[in-house]
T-cell receptor, first 113, second 114 residues
Framework: KAGVTQTPRYLIKTRGQQVTLSCSPI?????VSWYQQTPGQGLQFLFEYFSETQRNKGNFPGRFSGRQFSNSRSEMNVSTLELGDSALYLC????????????FGPGTRLLVL | AQSVTQLDSQVPVFEEAPVELRCNYSSSVSVYLFWYVQYPNQGLQLLLK??????LVESINGFEAEFNKSQTSFHLRKPSVHISDTAEYFCAVSEVSGTYKYIFGTGTRLKVLA
């Protein structure tokens, strides 16, 4: 099976712009979670989608949003980018929740100038 | 609310020496416990997990972790490390019920020295 793929792998944006990141989960996986990884902060949970519905949400401002399509692919959008949004954004998929192992993509590295 | 604490941000250790990476958690409900590893420029991958049963769990590459409910800990150990174990290690918990949200620790960077 193909692993979790994320596009693009690298992005450079300027403050005020918006960005959309894409994640394709492992075939058959219905849950997709997004995380922000920064040095010193570890992985911060953004949100989780399951069957096109947001099931969980972390403590991020409304500028961060996401959605999931019927084929389980997910997108994450960040509007009005700030310098502090520079990070590695990781997507993880699993068949369901709880005991399920999360399978991570390689991430999208976003740099905001 | 759940929380995961990894007190050591960096752990240097010589090759073939033993290592312990510490993880403590806080939760008002029962949890599942995980260790993930992140090699440079890669995403995270599962190393081992505790769901129930024996409190000692092992990975295929020689790591083991023991669930200690009274101390709310899930420390990761390896009796003899290799250069290839150099990576960042993340402890995580997931509630057994309720939101099932994954909470990760801030990570421990293991540096194995020759």
């Amino acid at each position: 099976k193909a692993g979790v793929t994320q596009t693009p792998r690298y992005l450079i944006k300027t403050r005020g712009q918006q960005v959309t990141l894409s994640c394709s989960p492992i075939s058959g996986h219905r849950s997709v979670s997004w995380y922000q990884q920064t040095p010193g902060q570890g992985l911060q949970f953004l949100f989780e989608y399951f069957s096109e519905t947001q099931r969980n949400k972390g403590n991020f401002p409304g500028r961060f949003s996401g959605r999931q399509f019927s084929n389980s692919r997910s997108e994450m959008n960040v509007s009005t980018l700030e310098l502090g949004d520079s990070a590695l954004y990781l997507c993880a998929s699993s068949f369901d929740r709880g005991v399920e192992t999360q399978y991570f993509g390689p991430g999208t590295r976003l740099l905001v100038l | 609310a759940q929380s995961v604490t990894q007190l050591d941000s960096q752990v240097p250790v010589f090759e073939e020496a033993p290592v312990e990476l510490r993880c403590n958690y806080s939760s008002s409900v029962s949890v599942y416990l995980f260790w993930y590893v992140q090699y440079p420029n890669q995403g995270l991958q599962l190393l081992l997990k505790y769901l129930s049963g024996s409190t000692l769990v092992e990975s295929i590459n020689g790591f083991e972790a023991e669930f200690n409910k009274s101390q709310t800990s899930f420390h990761l150990r390896k009796p003899s490390v290799h250069i290839s174990d150099t990576a960042e290690y993340f402890c995580a918990v997931s509630e057994v019920s309720g939101t099932y949200k994954y909470i990760f620790g801030t990570g421990t960077r293991l540096k194995v020295l020759a």
